[in-house]
């Protein structure tokens, strides 16, 4: 991922500083469980209440 790349470096910051509050409050387990789900809907799968 380069960062020159990046067409909203705004909203990136977003993602990435939500991404840090749930580690902080979680563990990296649940991090990786989240982020695992919004990529897996980002690449086109239905929502799954899991």
Do not use: C, K, S
Request: avoid cysteine.
């Amino acid at each position: 991922m380069n960062v020159n790349d990046d067409l909203d470096p705004v909203e990136t910051d977003e993602w990435t500083d939500a991404r840090r509050a749930v580690q902080q409050y979680r563990d990296a387990g649940n991090t990786n469980f989240a982020v695992r789900g919004l990529v897996h809907q980002a690449n086109g799968a239905p929502h799954a209440n899991v």
